[in-house]
């Protein structure tokens, strides 16, 4: 069984720009959610999605977005990119029903801002 | 909402000796708590986890305690061994396989 995905592994931007990263979850997980991951902060929750909708969201300002398709995949968006928002960026996918509670991590997606 | 505390933010111990990890939490509402670990460069993986109805539990080397009633809980490691070395994060949630709330991780050093 593949497990999560997540592109691009590397990115860099600038001040200004926007970014989108992908998350496929391993198949038959209907749940994914995003962390923030930096040295100073360990892994902050951004949001969760189950079946398209909106679960969850963490105390991130509206320049971070997210969606999840009918498929399962997800996507974050990070608009007006700051040079704080540099991070690895997880995602993470789940089963939500039965015993096992267990999150999926990808790989990360690592942005730099310049 | 949810936050979560974790001390020490380091731990050095020597091969063999134990290491102990302990976390809060602040919602009562929570009823999992799972530990990753996180090895230098690589994604973080489950290596034990807790639901609300159980005090402890043990796998192999490795323990959860949990007092719900003080919002606490903390993880044991015993004999550790050079391998154990990594970040270590607690986290919370109201339901197993949800989003989870993690605490800021604790670096463990085994030195042989």
């Known amino acids: 069984k593949a497990g999560v995905t997540q592109t691009p592994r590397y990115l860099i931007k600038t001040r200004g720009q926007q970014v989108t990263l992908s998350c496929s979850p391993i198949?038959?997980?209907?749940?994914v959610s995003w962390y923030q991951q930096t040295p100073g902060q360990g892994l902050q929750f951004l949001f969760e999605?189950?079946?398209?909708?909106?679960?969850n969201k963490g105390n991130f300002p509206g320049r971070f977005s997210g969606r999840q398709f009918s498929n399962s995949r997800s996507e974050m968006n990070v608009s007006t990119l700051e040079l704080g928002d540099s991070a690895l960026y997880l995602c993470a996918s789940s089963v939500t029903s039965g015993d096992t509670g267990e999150l999926f991590f990808g790989e990360g997606s690592r942005l730099t801002v310049l | 909402g949810e936050n979560v505390e974790q001390h020490p933010s380091t731990l050095s111990v020597q091969e063999g000796d134990s290491a102990v990890i302990k976390c809060t939490y602040s919602?009562?509402?929570?009823?999992?708590f799972p530990w990753y670990k996180q090895e230098l460069g690589k994604r973080p993986q489950l290596i034990i986890d807790i639901r609300s109805n159980v005090g402890e539990k043990k796998d192999q080397r490795i323990a959860v305690t949990l007092n719900k009633t003080a919002k606490h809980f903390s993880l044991h490691i015993t004999e550790t061994q050079p391998e154990d070395s990594a970040v270590y994060f607690c986290a919370a949630s109201k339901q197993a396989g949800t989003a989870l709330i993690f605490g800021k991780g604790t670096t463990l050093s085994v030195s042989s």
């Open positions: 999605y189950f079946s398209e909708t909106q679960r």
């Open positions: 919602d009562s509402a929570s009823n999992y």
């Open positions: 198949s038959g997980h209907r749940s």
